[in-house]
């Protein structure tokens, strides 16, 4: 079962902040963020293990709520280059994903 | 390096005719995976492979085959093309649990 992600979409002016959530059903023992820009492939941002290791981007952040089956993307000072739909993609242990339905963001001037 | 690459970037079909999508990395992954992805949808999986002669169904393995007799390559085979197959595809490649990266992903249109 696909997670669900929360806004379906935003708008934001340069410079506001973001948070995009990923709930699943299931146990998690990953969950990994993506960007996609339109007309392209989807571009790696975050990964979260289960344990709490965690690697990503200079000014994109995560948190993974294992008990409760949950991440959140956070998206500090939004720059143009922000705009795009975002992924999560939840993992078992052999890192098959299943992905979202996406977050279309679109930040303006 | 090159990445993951693919080929073609666009096709179009006749239902009924069949076609190898192609996928190459240069990263030495061992994991590889076929996605497609339908209009304003996320990202489904096909078909996945942890290595050279291993392959496993995804969420959605029907009307494809996959084979992986390198590590480098992956194709993936559309038999009796369907309008149902109309989609994005996509390729990636991780080591192991890591990040996946993405090929430029291939436009199929079936009519």
């Known amino acids: 079962q696909q997670p669900v992600q929360s806004p379906q979409a935003v708008i934001l002016r340069e410079g506001e902040d973001a948070v995009i959530n990923c709930s699943s059903s299931k146990a998690l023992y990953s969950v990994h963020w993506y960007r996609q820009k339109h007309g392209e492939a989807p571009v790696f941002l975050m990964i979260?293990?289960?344990?709490?290791e965690q690697k990503g981007h200079e000014k994109i952040s995560a948190s993974f709520n294992e008990k409760k089956q949950q991440s959140s993307l956070y998206l500090t000072a939004s720059q143009l280059s922000y705009s795009g739909t975002y992924f999560c993609?939840?993992?078992?242990?052999?890192?098959?994903?299943?992905f979202g339905g996406g977050t279309r963001l679109m930040v303006k001037p | 390096n090159a990445g993951v690459t693919q080929t073609p970037k666009f096709r179009i079909l006749k239902i009924g005719q069949s076609m190898t999508l192609q996928c190459a990395q240069d990263m030495n992954h061992n994991y590889m995976y076929w996605y497609r992805q339908d209009p304003g949808m996320g990202l489904k999986l096909i078909y996945y492979s942890v290595g050279a002669g291993i392959t496993d169904k995804g969420e959605v393995p029907n009307g494809y085959n996959v084979s992986r007799s390198t590590t480098e390559d992956f194709p993936l085979r559309l038999e009796l093309a369907a309008p149902s197959q109309t989609s994005v595809y996509f390729c990636?490649?991780?080591?192991?649990?890591?990040?996946?990266?993405f090929g430029p992903g291939t436009r199929l249109t079936v009519l």
């Open positions: 990636a490649s991780s080591y192991g649990t890591h990040e996946q990266f």
């Open positions: 979260l293990l289960k344990g709490g």
């Open positions: 993609g939840t993992g078992n242990a052999g890192n098959m994903l299943t």
